[in-house]
């Protein structure tokens, strides 16, 4: 379907526009050209210059998938070009910005627009929202910006005065030249083990920052042959036939994961078996053995990880870092080791994203405060009760520890354009998921979390909330979730015909006229 480019370009004025995506990854990418698909009207906003997101963002050396490339796409866009079973970073960026070409999603994204906050307004019933290029009113609005999109520093002292280069594992400063430099890595989770054996064998020396050892399993990564690259582009079927092979076989993660941790053994014997193989030295090999169930914390994949912290360029610190000087860290232990670099891997706000901190729900409360008294509690992952006509994808646990995440964001998708034509197709002017169906629904979430080894595995991680709520993960078989997000459940929410809507106090024009509102002096530039 053909449909009208939307005016794109920046202004002072408040445009309006039936949807508006925030973000540009695979959430926001998908949700566009599904929107599109159903004829609907809508605009992207994207901060920075290039769709992609995390895979974007990350470019650090050694970045790749832990999920097998054939399940790491759209189903509606597979691609047969992929070069190894599990695809590097700039595979997977290359991915995204040919699907975002090939389904001409770019003339309806507005690039290097950071979105400062956003406000139901109770007059227009529609969501303002300002942003660095311009306001928008949006009768929907649609939270694409994922859950790994706002780097977590650590809160360590003296942190901001070390003189030497610092950046995020997700800020990589490719003009930082780490060649001959003794450089630090702080944390140990699945970029870390990317970073490690990518960098070690060019530093002068590096020192890794433990603070609890992960579980690591080896990486079938190997690169696909000739005749499978065949198969896959002129094989009808064999493609996607290894993808669902590869998607049943994840599947069967999900007993040991949620329902029955003592499946999880043989995995457990598995990356026993690695530590063994990968490190010689018996004292390095209790340091990196895991003192919680394995699957408790993201089980992370590779093969070359052991080896790199077995070289003799390579420490593993483990006695917790009490501060950082202007050119060393600090042990708790009193030992100060120097380096000239220092590369953060320490992860995400997930649960504490500050993007919360800028969405501003009918009464008036952020997600963030919303949240801080429930923990991230949502509709199927996609609605929060107070926020009318608010659609998250990649919402409250959606998360996955065991396969694609792309799976999951399809089936919000479904979820999102069918909750967006019955709103058109009924003439709806506000949707809000009732307070007793969101708590029904969470009861259940957290009900079938109880068993998991996520929630009695014996570690602390970020899956689980300050409330020691689970809010991230999807508690089972991936397929059910695709089950309940099929259809927009009207029912589960309170809805108002566009006819039965008070009218305006105040209008908001059509695009190209100037609104007379001032933002409101609580406005923070909070998602910035
Ligand atoms: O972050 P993390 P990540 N002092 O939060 C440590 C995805 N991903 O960027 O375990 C010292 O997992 C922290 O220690 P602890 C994937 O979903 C996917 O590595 O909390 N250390 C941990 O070791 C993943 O889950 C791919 O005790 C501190 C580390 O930092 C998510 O991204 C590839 C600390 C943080 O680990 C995030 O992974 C890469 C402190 N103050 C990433 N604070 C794929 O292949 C934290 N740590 C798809």
């Not at 050119?327 to 997930?350: L, M, N, P, S, Y």
């Not at 992952?381 to 006509?389: D, L, R």
């Not at 409250?396 to 998708?413: A, F």
């Amino acid at each position: 379907m053909s449909l009208p480019v939307t005016d794109t370009s920046a202004g002072e004025s408040t445009r309006r526009i039936d949807t508006l995506i925030i973000g540009s990854g695979f959430a926001g990418l998908g949700a566009a050209i599904k929107l599109s698909q159903a004829g609907k009207e809508f605009l992207v906003l994207e901060r920075a210059a290039e769709v992609g997101g995390t895979w974007r963002d990350n470019t650090y050396p050694g970045a790749a998938c832990d999920v097998p490339s054939n399940l790491y796409s759209y189903s509606f866009a597979l691609n047969p070009g992929w070069t190894r079973s599990f695809s590097p970073q700039p595979e997977i960026q290359a991915y995204i910005t040919s699907v975002a070409d090939k389904y001409e999603v770019r003339r309806r994204t507005v690039f290097g627009c950071d979105v400062q906050d956003a406000h139901w307004n109770g007059d227009t019933h529609r969501w303002d929202v300002r942003t660095t290029r311009g306001d928008f009113s949006a009768k929907n609005l649609v939270s694409a910006v994922g859950a790994l999109c706002e780097p977590s520093l650590p809160d360590i002292a003296g942190i901001d005065r070390f003189g030497g280069e610092i950046f995020h594992s997700a800020r990589w400063n490719h003009d930082a030249d780490l060649t001959g430099k003794r450089v630090a890595v702080i944390g140990t989770g699945a970029s870390a083990i990317q970073i490690v054996p990518a960098i070690a064998g060019t530093v002068a020396h590096l020192d890794v920052y433990q603070r609890t050892a992960p579980w690591v399993l080896p990486r079938a990564d190997r690169e696909y042959t000739k005749a499978e690259k065949f198969a896959f582009r002129y094989i009808p079927g064999f493609q996607r036939l290894s993808r669902t092979l590869q998607y049943l076989m994840r599947e069967t993660q999900v007993v040991g994961l949620a329902k029955a941790p003592v499946f999880m053994k043989p995995l457990e014997l598995a990356a026993r078996a690695q530590i063994r193989r990968g490190i010689s030295d018996r004292a390095l090999r209790r340091k990196v053995t895991p003192n919680f169930g394995i699957g408790c914390k993201r089980m992370l994949i590779s093969n070359n990880y052991y080896p790199a912290l077995d070289r003799p360029n390579v420490d593993l610190v483990t006695d917790g870092i009490a501060e950082v000087t202007t050119d060393g860290i600090v042990t708790k232990d009193g030992t100060t080791r120097e380096v000239d670099a220092i590369v953060v891997a320490t992860g995400f706000h997930v649960t504490d994203s500050p993007m919360f901190a800028g969405i501003f729900g009918k009464d008036g409360r952020s997600l963030a405060d919303v949240f801080d008294e429930t923990g991230m509690q949502g509709y199927k992952g996609s609605t929060v009760a107070g926020f009318p006509n608010l659609f998250f994808l990649v919402g409250p646990n959606t998360g996955l520890g065991h396969t694609s995440m792309v799976y999951m964001i399809e089936s919000q998708l479904n979820y999102l354009v069918d909750a967006i034509d019955t709103i058109d197709r009924h003439r709806l002017g506000t949707v809000e998921v009732r307070q007793d169906a969101q708590d029904e629904y969470n009861r259940g979430i957290q009900d079938a979390l109880k068993n998991s080894v996520w929630n009695n595995g014996g570690c602390a991680s970020w899956y689980l909330d300050k409330h020691g709520n689970n809010t991230t993960l999807w508690p089972g078989f991936t397929f059910e979730f695709r089950r309940i997000t099929k259809h927009f459940d009207l029912d589960a929410y309170r809805s108002v015909a566009e006819s039965d809507l008070p009218a305006p106090a105040e209008a908001v024009e059509s695009a190209g006229t100037t609104t007379e509102r001032t933002a409101p002096a609580s406005r923070k530039a909070a998602l910035q």
